[in-house]
């Protein structure tokens, strides 16, 4: 059974863990999407929301700019990001070295605390 | 001395000296910061084609052809026209400054010593490249979907910040649309503003970048290109 509110304390506690690398990927980033062609679901459709820039900085770097307070609501999108957007394939080439899979990977142990997994028995989002 | 001859004053005087001193003290403390964030993965291994030199003068070509095919697939490969863009725009960004005779000029007044200077039309040729390389990152940040998905206001005033010392430079040497006085007064104050945030703000990839090509092990520095990001384990 999933639960209904976030707790926020296991989350705050991955944050705080890896706070240091949170941080300097979200400064880092000069949004400049370069890193776009790495990605092989963004080659294959050339949606912007399959950018690995795009994906770290609206789950990992929401959390923490949230400092893990989110809703249910929004939990569960940070999900469909690092779940059913990403396969962590770890093929993402950052310019300045961003360990974006590293950071991805970090969302979805958040993810796990709360309950929210890939759900298999789900045909995958459209894109 | 009027009023805006004192900030002139001050201004052209004992703040930028306190601009340098942050700069140089925020860039030496941001990099003890980040270097005690590295650590060791595993140990970098040179590629072999850097290691056998002495190889045939066949198998040499064929590997350089393997290289120069391998192009494609990287970013110059993928986006050719934006690195070109970006490539223009980071070195004139730094040698306008730097080899600008009427910087030198202040440097020689100030220490006694100087850079050699490009020539007037130079510099304003490379500062105009500056200033349109910028005006095609900003368009850019505003119509490619892909950009914009990810932009926040605070990319586009950084840009702004970065093209404004060379545009109110630019506008001052040509005493173009306010008086000289003001517009340099403006171009001091932007550019020592550059100078405090590079260590602070997103500008610190100017540091970051070095860190990212020579310390990240494999394909960022001298190693096999091979894709291999080191997970930790985590409880």
Known sequence: MAKKNIDTAPIQKILKKNKREIKLGLKVCAHCSLCAESCFLYQATKDPKYMPSYKFINSIGRLYRKNGKLSRGEMTKIRDIVWHDCVLCSRCYCPFGINIPSLIALARQACRTQDLY???DKEPTEG | MTFQD?????????????AFMIFVAGIIGQTFRLSRMIRKNQPLRISDSAKTVKNKKKERWQRWM??????????IGTSPFLTTVSIIFHICLFITPIFLM????????AIGLSLPSFSEPVSDILTLIVLFCGLFFLLRRLLLRRVRIITTPYDILLLLVVVFPFFTGFLAHHHLLLNYKLMIMLHIISGELILIMIPFSKFFHMIFFFFGRFLIVNEYSLGLPKRNWQFQTRE
């Open chain 1, 118 to 120: 890939r759900e298999y």
């Open chain 2, 6 to 18: 004192q900030i002139l004053y001050i201004v052209q005087g004992p703040i930028v000296w306190i």
């Open chain 2, 66 to 75: 393997h290289h120069i095919g391998q192009v494609k697939t990287t970013m």
């Open chain 2, 102 to 109: 009427g910087h030198n000029v202040l440097l020689k007044a």
